[in-house]
């Protein structure tokens, strides 16, 4: 079963790297199929097989020799490896079903503002509407959890991001922060979306730590903030109880 969900993961993985090209430039997912970025060339179904062609082709196009970016293999491998450790988490669960959803849209989010500085609304409206539907269907959370989920997860970065207009002069948080943390609100519902925040913060402050001593960042860089409130909301889907746990013990 391992195996099927790594290969499922893979599949999608593909698909997400369609996302995080085309969306952005609001192109069609579907058509035309995949293309070679320097030469524009298609590219045959043996040199789209995820993962293995990347391999296989030594990270270049068999037509034009361009280097192939990085993210491919790295989306694709990434998606499997959440895949898997997800379903080792909740088995073949409700709860499963629902955090893979959520994991789908965290990856291009993701990747998007790394690459554009952008959170899309395209992305996470639907992601909201989709996880609101399957968390009821589905009875992950009460509708009163997602509700407080939504809510109070948007409207504490929205608080954060005024109060730092204020005291640094610019924006510090913007909107597609606020909608992000909605939309994961409403599959994760209240108090554990704002643990996926705090989980997101700690992630960002040792990021910024480690690029102020390496002198890669300096005192008042922008960076992208919707990563860091994925890799917090991953943290706690995959380890937030033991993380939990061993902080209690210490008390």
């Not at 629902?98 to 959170?119: C, Q, R, T």
């Not at 996880?131 to 269907?137: I, Q, R």
């Not at 948007?154 to 606020?178: A, H, N, P, Q, Y």
């Not at 997101?200 to 409130?229: C, E, Q, Y």
């Amino acid at each position: 079963m391992i195996a099927v969900v790594a290969l499922l993961g893979l599949i999608l993985g593909s698909f997400l790297n369609v996302v995080v090209y085309r969306l952005p430039e609001g192109r069609s997912l579907i058509r035309p199929g995949s293309s070679c970025p320097s030469c524009g060339k298609p590219i045959r179904f043996y040199d789209n097989i995820p993962l293995v062609s990347y391999l296989l082709l030594k990270g270049r196009c068999r037509q034009c020799g361009s280097p192939i970016s990085w993210r491919y293999p790295f989306v694709e491998g990434l998606t499997a490896l959440l895949s898997v450790a997800l379903f080792l988490k909740y088995g073949l669960s409700v709860s499963f079903i629902a955090y893979v959803v959520l994991a789908m849209f965290l990856i291009p989010i993701s990747f998007i503002d790394l690459e554009k500085g952008l959170v899309l609304n395209r992305l996470t409206i639907p992601g909201f509407i989709l996880g609101t539907f399957l968390v009821l269907v589905l009875q992950v959370e009460n509708w009163r959890d997602v509700l407080l989920g939504a809510s109070v997860g948007g409207g504490v970065v929205w608080f954060v991001g005024c109060v730092g207009k204020i005291l640094f002069r610019k924006e510090s948080l913007g909107m597609g922060d606020v909608k992000l943390l909605v939309m994961i609100g409403a599959y994760v519902g209240f108090p554990d979306v704002l643990i996926c925040l705090f989980f997101g913060v700690v992630a960002a402050a040792i990021f910024i730590l480690g690029g102020m001593v390496l002198k890669r960042i300096s005192l008042g860089s922008t960076i992208p903030f919707g990563p860091f409130i994925a890799i917090g909301t991953l943290v706690y889907l995959l380890w937030g109880e033991l993380i939990i746990r061993w902080y209690w013990g210490w008390f």
